[in-house]
């Protein structure tokens, strides 16, 4: 090996550290094939994506964009562009191909890597795309892609001489409008150092050496992404499910003995909705830690979470913006319900519209300040948006903080309903219709009202749609309006099979406001 493979005392935290000291284990298993990646392959493979980026022209400071299926290629590129100085970003499969196309040109990514299930899409994006990156394709050939695996098998397994740590540069979900990307400065330090995302999780979740990851969800996401990096370059294992199905994760967890894992609140309702003797038949006793974010947990279930898994659900309020980190155990969430916790990363404000901050207990707008700088890429409206007048950052997020500084969150500025001159947050209403037995699941919209505005809308997906008529419209109604105000009572109701959410939870509120607003 070269000198650059040579780790030092402090450059401990990345597959070249863990392929000296523990070649042969396991760095990524794929739990539907059972295909393993060890520490030794992970090594040589980044190296040679390495190689191969830089054969392709890409120095410091250039783009490369990854559309694929959970496969160890995502992380095999992810982990070789982190090495070189380069920027790297997974896109959602489940995006328009006019925003996969915005995104790549957006980056203006010089290297694009797919899936041959996905393929297709890059062909039908080509003639939209300003600049003319490499297209490489993974599992099988493509007219018009060079072969990855082909390409990589040609490269040494060692270090490039001029290796830099590189960065992530993921998009917002895009669930009402735009995917914005974040971009920020390069550090210039070498891999293998103890960034400040690496120490935060650390010391949050206790990830190690010792930890056995399971990630259920798509890796293009920034949280899963992010969450099994770190696992990896701490010398812990991640196990990687292709798609989330709730008795199959269960199985993994029993044997594979997983100690951490990331899950949305979507993932704990369909494992609650198992059969009580399909739940009870798992052993789930080694994990450690289950730690849940990306989208609002209506509290009984994760009470139930709770009582089922024991105290070891963590939960985390945080953007891919990464401006600010709250978190909070399950005995504080107990003392604090309903509670997203305490500032971690970052110091917590919530300011009313002209930026001026409120008492504890009031409801405004959530700020941070003190924690990474961002900007929207390409966007300085955007950018702009996200300021006040004292430069704190936010997430378009409503709250307020209880005497001890938890944050409880109450909606989202963006999906806020104007009737009559009040505010009303979808989210006090959503957690109003999923406590009712026969709601699977909710989202609220604001539609146009001649008098008022706009008025409350609920498109709810029903237990059993078979059973989805007035009756039980006028049911739900009547079971809102025993625990809502009057102008936060849905006027309508509509039922769908199922509610548009992207995998990490997100419902699309943009394509039920499209679907809906002009709906009867």
């Known amino acids: 090996m070269t000198q650059a493979c040579i780790p030092q005392p402090d450059l401990d935290c990345y597959p070249t550290f863990h392929a000296r000291a523990t070649p042969e284990k396991p760095a990524i298993k794929m739990c539907a094939t059972g295909q393993v990646v060890t520490f030794r392959e992970l090594e040589e493979r980044s190296n040679q994506a390495a190689r191969v980026m830089r054969e392709c022209n890409l120095t410091v400071g250039d783009h490369v964009a990854v559309l694929m299926d959970n496969r160890p290629e995502i992380l095999e590129v992810c982990f070789g562009a982190d090495r070189s100085g380069l920027y790297y970003t997974g896109i959602s499969t489940h995006l328009t191909p006019d925003d996969i196309s915005f995104i790549i040109n957006d980056t203006g990514a010089k290297l ?48 490039i001489s001029d290796e830099t740590l590189g960065e992530d540069m993921l998009y917002s979900s895009g669930t009402t409008g735009r995917p914005k990307g974040i971009k920020r400065r390069l550090t210039g330090k070498p891999p293998g150092v103890r960034t400040p995302k690496i120490e935060l999780l650390n010391n949050l979740f206790g990830y190690s050496r010792q930890s056995r990851y399971l990630s259920p969800a798509p890796l293009y996401h920034s949280a899963p992404l992010r969450h099994v990096m770190t696992t990896i370059k701490l010398g812990g294992t991640g196990f990687v499910m292709d798609r989330f199905d709730a008795e199959p994760a269960l199985q993994i967890i029993e044997a594979e003995k997983i100690t951490h894992s990331l899950w949305v609140p979507t993932m704990f309702w369909r494992l609650l909705n198992l059969p009580a003797e399909t739940r009870q038949r798992y052993d789930v006793s080694s994990m450690e830690v289950a730690v849940h974010a990306a989208a609002p947990c209506p509290n009984d ?30 005995q504080e969430w107990i003392a604090h319900k309903g509670s997203v916790g305490q500032a971690k990363s970052g110091v917590l404000h919530i300011c009313d519209e002209d930026g001026k901050e409120l008492p504890r207990g009031e409801e405004g707008d959530v700020y941070f300040s003190g924690g990474r700088t961002f900007t929207y890429h390409n966007n300085p409206e955007e950018t702009a948006a996200s300021r ?43 957690n109003v219709l999923l406590s009712h037995p026969q709601v699977a699941d909710a989202a609220v919209i604001g539609v146009p009202n001649e008098d008022f505005g706009e008025e409350v809308k609920a498109v709810v997906q029903p237990v059993n749609l078979g059973q989805a008529d007035d009756a039980l419209k006028e049911e739900l109604i009547a079971y809102c309006r025993d625990r809502l105000s009057k102008l936060r009572i849905p006027r309508s109701i509509d039922f769908m099979e199922s509610l548009p959410r992207m995998p990490m939870g997100k419902v699309l509120k943009r394509e039920l406001v499209e679907k809906f607003r002009h709906a009867p």
């Open 388 to 430: 006040n007048k004292h430069g704190w950052t936010t997430l378009g997020d409503v709250g307020w903080m209880d005497e001890e500084g938890y944050l409880h969150l109450t909606g989202r500025k963006s999906f806020m309903i104007i009737s009559g001159g009040v505010n009303i947050h979808p989210l006090e209403i959503e």
């Open 301 to 330: 279930v994760k009470q139930e979470m709770i009582d089922w898994w024991g105290p070891i659900i963590h939960e985390y309020y945080a953007g891919t913006e990464d401006n600010g980190f709250c978190a909070i155990t399950s």
């Open 112 to 159: 694009v890597l797919v899936s041959d299930s996905f393929a297709s899409v890059i062909e039908a994006i080509k003639p939209s795309l300003k600049l003319d990156p490499v297209c490489f394709v993974v599992g099988g050939a493509r007219e018009g892609f060079a072969d990855w695996k082909q390409a990589c098998s040609g490269m040494p397994g060692t270090p």
